[in-house]
């Protein structure tokens, strides 16, 4: 006799699986991101305090001009050139020197009155540095940047089908739809603390796997081809992954034109600097009202510098080249010039990474990867809960309920919006319909 279901059982019964599934995938994946995640968004707060030692030194003497401290940061490592130099935001700061040796790029600390070395680390071992790697490739180059970018499209299907799971059926007031029931047993606090996280996360959730996107080395990749392909190419960007510009066109790199060639480890020839010539772009560069941290760097193989802002919130940043002999500005290219699609990104990653609205946007990240994290967690223990010994726990599979329409075309229009959805559903579509039931 075959298995009686009230109406509409098989499609809840659907989507429950399918929640499920994508939950068993993604959820180590999001507590991990939720606290990598968290970490970066306090990075401001961890390197001051992590660099205190630097930044409040004592006014003993002269200030040494700039060049005098390339001199010293390069002495103390032999065989180094000079890559860059980062103006002080106070006069008792260390001044940060870049220099590049063997593909390796350090950071030398020097204290600008008496000439001394404070310290080094090389860029690739910065704590931040390593915890940006941890959360967009798992410290596995590509491979970890396609399985991250795999569980954040899948995310979207979590999000999603919970989203239908969670939608009140004849229920009598939000408890349990909006504030969760915690003084009703465990089974209704881990249902309605897993529920009531995800509908209050949901849209902040998708905000941040969209904005996080760009970083994958996949998605990247697609969006630098489509953009070739549209002709909305707009010179290189400024966000990175594994060392090398992920939505950038497929395209050669041009030396002389690639401003982020120095970051690609590439074998570059030497600026041709003059004496004064640094000593002259940092007083300009004083007398620029730009967003810290602004680096100073010779341009390679010509006779220019560039004077930008790195700063953490995007839509501060500006970036200047000038002659290195007058100091006359030859181009500068401020963020309200860049394309519209490089300007959305642009804000977005400042959000993500909470950068474009100061503490607020830091706490309110935090709270979005706190529900995250809670979502994780609450969701595994109602899974261990309720699976039986020796069983994955899934939802019964029963008759497939019929798609329509509407529902293909969202699932169309996801996969080709998120190319690795896409190929992984039809992977694991392959793979359900060989399942018994």
Known sequence: MGLVTKPGT????????WHFYAGLFCLPFILWLSVTGTIYLWKPQIEAWQERAYDHLAITAVRARPDQIVATALAAQPGARFAKYER????????????ARDGVDTRVYVDPYSLRVLGSVREDSRLMKTISSLHGTLLAGKFGSWLVEIAACWTITMLLTGLYLWWPRGAKGLAGVLYPRWRSGRRLFWRDTHAVAGIWVSLAAVFLIATGLPWANAWGSYLGAIRTATATTDGPVDWMIAGKSAAQPPAKPNPKTDEHAEHRGMAMPAATTRPGDLDR?????????????????????????TIGSESANRPERTRLTLDGATGRILDRRDFAQRHWIDRAIGYGIAIHEGAFFGLANQILGTLVTTLLATLAISGTIMWWRRRKPGTPGAPIKLSRPRYGAI?????????IAMPMFGATLLAVLAIDSLRPR
Do not use: F
């Open 281 to 305: 772009m940092v007083a300009v560069a004083g007398r620029l009202p730009l967003a810290a941290p602004v680096l100073i760097a010779p341009k390679p193989g010509t006779a220019t510098w």
């Open 88 to 99: 002080p935001e106070t006069p008792t700061q260390a001044v940060r020197v870049l220099i």
């Open 10 to 17: 098989s499609w809840y019964n659907a989507v429950w699986r």
């Open 407 to 415: 529902l293909i075309a969202s699932i169309t229009a996801l996969a």
